[in-house]
T-cell receptor, first 114, second 114 residues
Framework: AQTVTQSQPEMSVQEAETVTLSCTYDTSESNYYLFWYKQPPSRQMILVIRQEAYKQQNATENRFSVNFQKAAKSFSLKISDSQLGDTAMYFCALKNNYGQNFVFGPGTRLSVLP | EAGVAQSPRYKIIEKRQSVAFWCNPISGHATLYWYQQILGQGPKLLIQFQNNGVVDDSQLPKDRFSAERLKGVDSTLKIQPAKLEDSAVYLC????????????FGNGTRLTVT
C-alpha cells in the first residue's frame, strides 16, 4: 500500500522569509510521481510542483523548489520569499504509474505573517 | 482551457435524505476522480473512472454511495441515504492518462448533513 505522511500539521513564516514543508512517503513501485498541491481558503486545489521519481534533478517552479531524496523517500517543498498569498493548506501526493491513483498526505497548514 | 466544473457549490440536507453532485471534467481528460475531503484532512479517493469504466472504487461505501460516468464525460456522485459523517467537501478531479499528468480539481461541493 502507498502512504504519504506530513509530520507538520501547522507552520508559520514571516513574509519574505523561506520555509520548508516536509513529506515522506512509502511505495513499493519503482516508477512513480510526486506532487505538491496548494489549497487556499477558496478550496480549489492548485498544482504547485511535480517530480518524476526517475529524475535526479530537483524540480523548481519560480519561488518553489523541492528536495527529493529517493533513498530516504523524502520529498520536501521549499518556498522562498514567502508571500501573503502563499497562506494555504499544502498537500503532498504520490502517484504510481500503474493504476494512476493519487494518494494524498494529511496536509500542512501554512500561515504567512505580515 | 475551461477547468473542471462542479455543482452545486454548497448543499445542506438532513440525514437519511439523498443528494447528487455533478462534475464535468476538462475536455479530453480520460480519467475522472471523486474525492471526499473531511475538514482538516487530505482528500480520500472514492472512485476513479477511466473513460466510462471504473478503475478503483475500493473505498466507496457502496451501500449508500453510487457514481456513474455516462459516455465517458460528465459524472454524477450520489449519496442515499446520507449520514452525519458524510459531511465533507466532495472534490472532482480529472487528468490525461499518463504518469506525469497532474490532477486538475474543481471547486468542490461542501455538503452539510444535519
Amino acid at each position: 500500500a502507498q502512504t504519504v505522511t506530513q509530520s507538520q500539521p501547522e507552520m508559520s513564516v514571516q513574509e519574505a522569509e523561506t520555509v520548508t514543508l516536509s513529506c515522506t512517503y512509502d511505495t513499493s513501485e519503482s516508477n512513480y510521481y510526486l506532487f505538491w498541491y496548494k489549497q487556499p481558503p477558496s478550496r480549489q486545489m492548485i498544482l504547485v510542483i511535480r517530480q518524476e521519481a526517475y529524475k535526479q534533478q530537483n524540480a523548481t517552479e519560480n519561488r518553489f523548489s523541492v528536495n527529493f531524496q529517493k533513498a530516504a523517500k523524502s520529498f520536501s517543498l521549499k518556498i522562498s520569499d514567502s508571500q501573503l498569498g502563499d497562506t494555504a493548506m499544502y498537500f503532498c501526493a504520490l502517484k504510481n504509474n500503474y493504476g494512476q491513483n493519487f494518494v494524498f498526505g494529511p496536509g500542512t497548514r501554512l500561515s504567512v505573517l505580515p | 482551457e475551461a477547468g473542471v466544473a462542479q455543482s452545486p457549490r454548497y448543499k445542506i440536507i438532513e440525514k437519511r435524505q439523498s443528494v447528487a453532485f455533478w462534475c464535468n471534467p476538462i475536455s479530453g481528460h480520460a480519467t475522472l476522480y471523486w474525492y471526499q475531503q473531511i475538514l482538516g484532512q487530505g482528500p480520500k479517493l472514492l472512485i476513479q473512472f477511466q473513460n466510462n469504466g471504473v478503475v478503483d472504487d475500493s473505498q466507496l461505501p457502496k451501500d449508500r454511495f453510487s457514481a456513474e460516468r455516462l459516455k465517458g464525460v460528465d459524472s454524477t456522485l450520489k449519496i442515499q441515504p446520507a449520514k452525519l459523517e458524510d459531511s465533507a467537501v466532495y472534490l472532482c478531479a480529472s487528468s490525461f492518462s499518463g504518469g506525469r499528468s497532474p490532477l486538475h480539481f474543481g471547486n468542490g461541493t461542501r455538503l452539510t448533513v444535519t
